[in-house]
Protein backbone atom coordinates (compact mmCIF):
# COMPACT_ATOMS: atom_id res chain seq x y z
CA UNK A 1 0.00 0.00 0.00
CA UNK A 2 1.31 3.76 -0.43
CA UNK A 3 0.00 6.45 0.70
CA UNK A 4 0.78 10.27 -1.28
CA UNK A 5 0.46 13.10 0.46
CA UNK A 6 -1.46 15.84 -1.89
CA UNK A 7 -1.64 19.61 -1.36
CA UNK A 8 -4.63 20.75 -2.86
CA UNK A 9 -4.88 24.84 -3.20
CA UNK A 10 -8.58 25.55 -2.61
CA UNK A 11 -8.64 28.67 -4.40
CA UNK A 12 -10.85 31.49 -5.63
CA UNK A 13 -14.33 31.64 -7.63
CA UNK A 14 -15.63 28.39 -8.36
CA UNK A 15 -12.34 27.35 -6.75
CA UNK A 16 -14.06 25.83 -3.54
CA UNK A 17 -16.98 24.21 -5.35
CA UNK A 18 -14.32 22.35 -7.72
CA UNK A 19 -11.76 21.75 -4.92
CA UNK A 20 -14.50 19.87 -2.64
CA UNK A 21 -15.41 17.92 -5.46
CA UNK A 22 -11.53 16.88 -5.98
CA UNK A 23 -11.60 16.07 -2.41
CA UNK A 24 -14.98 13.92 -2.37
CA UNK A 25 -13.30 11.67 -5.46
CA UNK A 26 -9.76 11.82 -3.09
CA UNK A 27 -11.47 10.77 -0.29
CA UNK A 28 -13.32 7.65 -2.43
CA UNK A 29 -10.45 6.29 -3.61
CA UNK A 30 -9.17 6.24 -0.18
CA UNK A 31 -11.41 4.36 1.43
CA UNK A 32 -12.05 2.05 -1.65
CA UNK A 33 -8.72 0.97 -2.32
CA UNK A 34 -6.57 -1.65 -1.11
CA UNK A 35 -3.59 0.27 -2.99
CA UNK A 36 -3.77 3.96 -2.84
CA UNK A 37 -3.71 6.16 0.37
CA UNK A 38 -3.71 10.23 0.65
CA UNK A 39 -2.90 12.66 2.80
CA UNK A 40 -4.88 15.64 1.49
CA UNK A 41 -3.35 18.84 2.70
CA UNK A 42 -5.85 21.83 2.22
CA UNK A 43 -3.84 25.15 1.50
CA UNK A 44 -5.52 28.51 1.48
CA UNK A 45 -3.93 30.75 -1.19
CA UNK A 46 -5.17 33.14 -3.43
CA UNK A 47 -7.77 36.54 -2.70
CA UNK A 48 -8.96 35.06 0.42
CA UNK A 49 -5.99 34.48 1.66
CA UNK A 50 -4.72 37.73 1.01
CA UNK A 51 -7.67 39.19 2.37
CA UNK A 52 -7.09 37.07 5.80
CA UNK A 53 -3.03 37.34 5.70
CA UNK A 54 -1.95 39.81 3.73
CA UNK A 55 -0.36 37.40 1.29
CA UNK A 56 -1.63 35.26 -1.56
CA UNK A 57 0.56 32.79 -0.88
CA UNK A 58 1.59 32.92 3.49
CA UNK A 59 4.68 30.93 4.44
CA UNK A 60 2.23 28.44 6.19
CA UNK A 61 0.66 27.53 2.92
CA UNK A 62 4.15 28.02 1.07
CA UNK A 63 5.34 25.14 3.70
CA UNK A 64 2.36 22.59 3.10
CA UNK A 65 3.12 22.61 -0.78
CA UNK A 66 6.67 22.22 -0.13
CA UNK A 67 6.04 19.38 2.54
CA UNK A 68 3.39 17.41 -0.07
CA UNK A 69 4.23 14.87 -3.07
CA UNK A 70 2.09 16.91 -5.55
CA UNK A 71 -0.29 19.81 -5.59
CA UNK A 72 -3.89 20.00 -6.78
CA UNK A 73 -4.76 23.62 -7.31
CA UNK A 74 -7.75 25.83 -7.80
CA UNK A 75 -8.20 28.76 -10.05
CA UNK A 76 -7.18 31.81 -8.12
CA UNK A 77 -8.77 34.78 -9.01
CA UNK A 78 -7.05 38.61 -8.82
CA UNK A 79 -3.90 37.36 -7.10
CA UNK A 80 -3.21 34.76 -9.46
CA UNK A 81 -0.04 35.73 -10.74
CA UNK A 82 1.12 36.20 -7.05
CA UNK A 83 0.34 32.10 -6.57
CA UNK A 84 1.31 30.73 -9.21
CA UNK A 85 3.91 32.49 -11.39
CA UNK A 86 5.73 32.27 -7.69
CA UNK A 87 5.10 28.20 -7.28
CA UNK A 88 6.12 27.64 -11.01
CA UNK A 89 9.73 29.63 -10.21
CA UNK A 90 10.43 28.29 -6.95
CA UNK A 91 9.68 24.37 -7.70
CA UNK A 92 11.42 25.31 -11.50
CA UNK A 93 8.04 23.85 -13.26
CA UNK A 94 9.22 24.48 -16.63
CA UNK A 95 6.90 22.81 -18.61
CA UNK A 96 3.18 23.30 -19.07
CA UNK A 97 1.54 20.80 -20.47
CA UNK A 98 -2.09 21.21 -21.78
CA UNK A 99 -4.14 18.25 -23.60
CA UNK A 100 -6.93 19.15 -25.73
CA UNK A 101 -9.10 16.45 -26.84
CA UNK A 102 -12.71 15.14 -28.18
CA UNK A 103 -14.83 13.83 -25.93
CA UNK A 104 -17.69 11.73 -26.74
CA UNK A 105 -21.31 13.66 -27.08
CA UNK A 106 -18.94 17.60 -26.62
CA UNK A 107 -20.15 19.47 -29.06
CA UNK A 108 -17.04 20.97 -31.11
CA UNK A 109 -16.17 22.40 -34.62
CA UNK A 110 -13.80 19.46 -35.44
CA UNK A 111 -13.82 15.83 -34.37
CA UNK A 112 -10.13 13.74 -33.68
CA UNK A 113 -8.75 16.19 -32.28
CA UNK A 114 -5.90 15.21 -30.07
CA UNK A 115 -3.19 17.65 -29.61
CA UNK A 116 -0.94 18.68 -26.64
CA UNK A 117 0.17 21.93 -26.00
CA UNK A 118 3.55 21.88 -25.06
CA UNK A 119 4.23 25.35 -23.56
CA UNK A 120 7.54 26.68 -21.44
CA UNK A 121 6.90 27.90 -17.92
CA UNK A 122 9.27 30.22 -16.24
CA UNK A 123 10.03 32.49 -18.77
CA UNK A 124 8.88 35.33 -21.60
CA UNK A 125 6.79 37.99 -20.57
CA UNK A 126 6.02 36.19 -16.76
CA UNK A 127 9.15 37.14 -15.53
CA UNK A 128 7.34 40.44 -15.00
CA UNK A 129 9.74 43.12 -15.78
CA UNK A 130 7.97 46.02 -16.45
CA UNK A 131 9.24 49.36 -16.30
CA UNK A 132 8.04 53.21 -16.47
CA UNK A 133 9.96 54.78 -19.31
CA UNK A 134 8.31 58.02 -18.68
CA UNK A 135 4.51 59.01 -17.55
CA UNK A 136 3.17 57.56 -20.95
CA UNK A 137 5.45 54.67 -21.77
CA UNK A 138 6.05 50.99 -20.28
CA UNK A 139 9.04 49.07 -21.02
CA UNK A 140 7.97 45.10 -20.84
CA UNK A 141 11.11 42.66 -21.36
CA UNK A 142 11.01 39.14 -22.28
CA UNK A 143 13.24 36.75 -21.12
CA UNK A 144 14.75 33.77 -23.57
CA UNK A 145 17.21 31.36 -22.26
CA UNK A 146 18.80 28.64 -24.22
CA UNK A 147 18.60 26.82 -20.81
CA UNK A 148 14.81 26.81 -20.77
CA UNK A 149 14.20 26.17 -24.60
CA UNK A 150 16.47 23.00 -23.95
CA UNK A 151 14.47 21.54 -21.44
CA UNK A 152 11.42 22.59 -22.90
CA UNK A 153 11.71 21.19 -26.24
CA UNK A 154 13.56 18.12 -24.93
CA UNK A 155 10.03 17.31 -23.04
CA UNK A 156 8.15 18.10 -26.27
CA UNK A 157 9.90 16.07 -28.65
CA UNK A 158 10.29 13.19 -25.86
CA UNK A 159 6.58 13.00 -25.37
CA UNK A 160 5.72 13.62 -29.47
CA UNK A 161 8.30 10.51 -29.39
CA UNK A 162 5.68 8.23 -27.35
CA UNK A 163 2.93 8.96 -29.34
CA UNK A 164 1.03 7.80 -32.62
CA UNK A 165 1.33 10.97 -34.42
CA UNK A 166 4.89 11.64 -33.75
CA UNK A 167 5.10 15.28 -34.87
CA UNK A 168 5.98 18.91 -33.13
CA UNK A 169 4.55 22.39 -34.39
CA UNK A 170 7.53 24.41 -33.15
CA UNK A 171 4.96 27.93 -32.54
CA UNK A 172 7.01 31.31 -32.81
CA UNK A 173 7.33 34.80 -34.04
CA UNK A 174 10.52 34.60 -35.40
CA UNK A 175 9.93 37.62 -37.81
CA UNK A 176 9.20 39.95 -35.56
CA UNK A 177 10.83 38.67 -32.11
CA UNK A 178 14.05 37.73 -34.25
CA UNK A 179 16.95 36.98 -31.54
CA UNK A 180 14.68 35.45 -29.16
CA UNK A 181 12.22 33.18 -30.56
CA UNK A 182 15.17 32.62 -33.64
CA UNK A 183 17.14 30.93 -30.23
CA UNK A 184 14.11 29.12 -29.68
CA UNK A 185 13.77 27.56 -33.04
CA UNK A 186 17.23 26.89 -33.05
CA UNK A 187 17.66 24.89 -29.96
CA UNK A 188 14.58 22.83 -30.54
CA UNK A 189 15.81 22.14 -34.41
CA UNK A 190 18.96 20.96 -32.39
CA UNK A 191 16.81 18.73 -29.80
CA UNK A 192 14.64 17.60 -32.73
CA UNK A 193 18.35 15.68 -34.21
CA UNK A 194 17.60 12.86 -31.06
CA UNK A 195 14.32 12.58 -31.85
CA UNK A 196 14.32 11.10 -35.91
CA UNK A 197 11.51 9.83 -35.59
CA UNK A 198 9.28 12.83 -34.75
CA UNK A 199 8.07 14.60 -37.44
CA UNK A 200 9.20 18.34 -37.47
CA UNK A 201 7.36 21.97 -38.52
CA UNK A 202 7.48 25.53 -37.91
CA UNK A 203 4.95 27.75 -37.48
CA UNK A 204 4.03 31.53 -36.74
CA UNK A 205 1.63 32.12 -34.00
CA UNK A 206 -0.89 33.63 -35.76
CA UNK A 207 -0.60 30.89 -38.40
CA UNK A 208 -1.29 28.41 -36.15
CA UNK A 209 -3.44 30.15 -34.22
CA UNK A 210 -5.66 30.34 -37.69
CA UNK A 211 -4.98 26.71 -38.46
CA UNK A 212 -6.05 25.51 -34.87
CA UNK A 213 -9.72 26.55 -36.25
CA UNK A 214 -9.29 25.30 -39.55
CA UNK A 215 -8.02 21.69 -39.51
CA UNK A 216 -6.80 21.01 -35.49
CA UNK A 217 -5.84 18.01 -36.13
CA UNK A 218 -3.19 18.78 -38.58
CA UNK A 219 -0.96 19.24 -34.80
CA UNK A 220 0.09 16.42 -32.34
CA UNK A 221 2.64 18.91 -30.16
CA UNK A 222 2.76 22.49 -30.00
CA UNK A 223 5.80 23.25 -28.73
CA UNK A 224 5.91 26.82 -27.78
CA UNK A 225 6.60 29.90 -25.43
CA UNK A 226 4.92 30.62 -22.24
CA UNK A 227 2.92 33.35 -23.29
CA UNK A 228 1.72 32.06 -26.69
CA UNK A 229 1.39 28.73 -25.15
CA UNK A 230 -1.19 30.20 -22.68
CA UNK A 231 -3.46 32.31 -26.28
CA UNK A 232 -3.06 28.74 -28.03
CA UNK A 233 -4.04 26.42 -25.54
CA UNK A 234 -7.32 28.54 -24.61
CA UNK A 235 -8.36 28.11 -27.94
CA UNK A 236 -7.50 24.40 -28.12
CA UNK A 237 -10.06 23.72 -25.56
CA UNK A 238 -12.38 25.95 -27.36
CA UNK A 239 -12.03 23.78 -30.32
CA UNK A 240 -12.05 20.52 -29.07
CA UNK A 241 -15.62 21.88 -26.76
CA UNK A 242 -14.91 24.12 -23.48
CA UNK A 243 -12.42 25.25 -21.54
CA UNK A 244 -14.46 23.65 -19.00
CA UNK A 245 -12.66 20.35 -19.83
CA UNK A 246 -8.52 21.31 -20.35
CA UNK A 247 -6.59 20.24 -17.61
CA UNK A 248 -3.25 21.26 -17.27
CA UNK A 249 0.01 20.12 -15.74
CA UNK A 250 2.81 22.39 -14.56
CA UNK A 251 6.06 19.57 -14.53
CA UNK A 252 9.18 20.10 -13.16
CA UNK A 253 12.18 17.63 -12.25
CA UNK A 254 11.07 16.80 -8.78
CA UNK A 255 7.55 18.23 -7.84
CA UNK A 256 4.46 19.05 -10.28
CA UNK A 257 1.19 21.06 -10.50
CA UNK A 258 -1.81 20.54 -11.38
CA UNK A 259 -4.71 22.60 -12.23
CA UNK A 260 -7.50 23.14 -14.58
CA UNK A 261 -6.64 25.97 -17.72
CA UNK A 262 -10.12 27.80 -16.93
CA UNK A 263 -9.72 31.14 -14.37
CA UNK A 264 -11.88 31.64 -10.76
CA UNK A 265 -14.60 32.89 -13.59
CA UNK A 266 -16.39 35.08 -10.40
CA UNK A 267 -19.82 34.97 -12.99
CA UNK A 268 -20.71 31.49 -12.00
CA UNK A 269 -18.98 31.21 -8.18
CA UNK A 270 -21.34 29.53 -5.73
CA UNK A 271 -24.12 29.09 -8.24
CA UNK A 272 -23.18 25.47 -8.00
CA UNK A 273 -22.68 25.22 -12.04
CA UNK A 274 -19.34 25.70 -12.72
CA UNK A 275 -17.86 21.73 -14.75
CA UNK A 276 -15.39 20.01 -12.54
CA UNK A 277 -14.22 17.93 -15.55
CA UNK A 278 -10.63 20.08 -16.27
CA UNK A 279 -10.26 19.79 -12.64
CA UNK A 280 -10.95 15.78 -12.57
CA UNK A 281 -8.89 15.46 -15.67
CA UNK A 282 -6.23 17.30 -13.92
CA UNK A 283 -6.41 14.72 -11.08
CA UNK A 284 -5.83 12.24 -13.73
CA UNK A 285 -2.72 13.72 -14.82
CA UNK A 286 -1.82 13.76 -11.08
CA UNK A 287 -2.32 10.23 -10.98
CA UNK A 288 -0.17 10.01 -13.83
CA UNK A 289 2.57 11.86 -13.36
CA UNK A 290 2.84 10.40 -9.76
CA UNK A 291 2.64 6.74 -11.27
CA UNK A 292 5.99 7.24 -12.99
CA UNK A 293 7.46 9.07 -10.71
CA UNK A 294 7.35 6.83 -7.84
CA UNK A 295 7.24 3.62 -10.22
CA UNK A 296 3.60 2.80 -8.85
CA UNK A 297 1.09 0.70 -11.63
CA UNK A 298 -1.83 1.15 -9.28
CA UNK A 299 -1.90 4.84 -9.05
CA UNK A 300 -1.30 5.07 -13.19
CA UNK A 301 -4.04 2.35 -13.79
CA UNK A 302 -6.37 4.40 -11.48
CA UNK A 303 -5.61 7.26 -13.62
CA UNK A 304 -7.03 5.62 -16.25
CA UNK A 305 -10.03 4.57 -14.95
CA UNK A 306 -10.99 8.56 -14.29
CA UNK A 307 -10.55 9.22 -17.87
CA UNK A 308 -12.78 6.09 -18.85
CA UNK A 309 -15.15 7.38 -16.45
CA UNK A 310 -15.81 10.42 -18.16
CA UNK A 311 -15.83 9.08 -21.18
CA UNK A 312 -18.76 6.91 -20.46
CA UNK A 313 -20.62 10.16 -18.25
CA UNK A 314 -20.68 12.10 -22.07
CA UNK A 315 -21.38 8.97 -23.76
CA UNK A 316 -24.30 8.68 -22.06
CA UNK A 317 -25.61 12.30 -22.13
CA UNK A 318 -24.32 13.02 -18.27
CA UNK A 319 -22.96 16.20 -18.49
CA UNK A 320 -23.09 19.69 -16.41
CA UNK A 321 -25.03 22.54 -18.31
CA UNK A 322 -22.06 24.38 -19.80
CA UNK A 323 -21.56 21.46 -22.00
CA UNK A 324 -25.18 21.34 -23.03
CA UNK A 325 -26.02 18.93 -19.67
CA UNK A 326 -28.88 18.75 -17.06
CA UNK A 327 -26.27 18.45 -14.00
CA UNK A 328 -24.94 20.69 -11.39
CA UNK A 329 -21.48 20.81 -10.58
CA UNK A 330 -22.15 18.46 -7.07
CA UNK A 331 -25.14 16.02 -9.72
CA UNK A 332 -22.20 15.59 -11.79
CA UNK A 333 -19.55 14.90 -9.41
CA UNK A 334 -21.77 12.25 -7.70
CA UNK A 335 -22.52 10.61 -11.20
CA UNK A 336 -19.16 10.19 -11.91
CA UNK A 337 -17.82 8.93 -8.10
CA UNK A 338 -21.12 6.37 -8.99
CA UNK A 339 -19.07 5.46 -11.98
CA UNK A 340 -16.03 5.68 -10.84
CA UNK A 341 -17.70 2.77 -8.44
CA UNK A 342 -18.24 0.51 -11.61
CA UNK A 343 -14.72 1.12 -13.03
CA UNK A 344 -12.92 -0.12 -9.24
CA UNK A 345 -10.18 0.72 -7.65
CA UNK A 346 -6.90 -0.44 -7.39
P1 LIG B 1 -8.70 34.10 -16.05
O1 LIG B 1 -8.02 33.91 -14.76
O2 LIG B 1 -8.16 33.19 -17.12
O3 LIG B 1 -8.86 35.54 -16.47
P2 LIG B 1 -11.67 33.94 -15.76
O4 LIG B 1 -12.16 33.87 -14.38
O5 LIG B 1 -11.93 35.20 -16.54
O6 LIG B 1 -10.14 33.50 -15.79
P3 LIG B 1 -11.91 31.98 -17.78
O7 LIG B 1 -11.20 30.80 -17.35
O8 LIG B 1 -11.27 32.84 -18.80
O9 LIG B 1 -12.36 32.79 -16.50
O10 LIG B 1 -13.34 31.57 -18.27
C1 LIG B 1 -14.17 32.45 -19.01
C2 LIG B 1 -15.61 32.11 -18.72
O11 LIG B 1 -15.87 30.74 -19.04
C3 LIG B 1 -15.96 32.25 -17.25
O12 LIG B 1 -16.27 33.57 -16.94
C4 LIG B 1 -17.11 31.29 -17.10
O13 LIG B 1 -18.34 31.87 -17.48
C5 LIG B 1 -16.76 30.18 -18.09
N1 LIG B 1 -16.10 29.07 -17.38
C6 LIG B 1 -14.81 28.99 -17.02
N2 LIG B 1 -14.57 27.86 -16.35
C7 LIG B 1 -15.72 27.18 -16.30
C8 LIG B 1 -16.13 25.92 -15.75
N3 LIG B 1 -15.29 25.11 -15.08
N4 LIG B 1 -17.41 25.56 -15.87
C9 LIG B 1 -18.29 26.34 -16.54
N5 LIG B 1 -17.97 27.53 -17.09
C10 LIG B 1 -16.71 27.96 -16.97
Known sequence: MTRYKIS??????????????????????????ASLKFDIIKVEAGDNALLKYNSALPEESFKQIKNSQACLKSPVGESAADVILVLRRYFELFAN?????????????????????????TEDLYVGWEFFSDDNTIISLRKTSREACNKISEYGFNLASKRTKKKVTIVHKSNVLRKSDRLFIE????ISKKYPEVQIE?????????????????????????????????????????????????????FAL??????????????????????????????????YKYNDINIIDQSIKIEKAVNKL?????????????????EFNKKFLQLLDKEGYN
Open 8 to 33: LLVGDGIGPELSECITKILEKIHDKS
Open 97 to 121: IRPSKNYPNIDSISEDVDLITVREN
Open 187 to 190: TARE
Open 202 to 254: EMYVDACSMELIRNPNRFDIILTTNLFGDIISDESAQVTGSIGLAPAANIGEK
Open 258 to 291: FEPVHGAAFDIAGKNIANPTAFILALKMMFEWVG
Open 314 to 330: FINNIKTKDIGGQLSTF
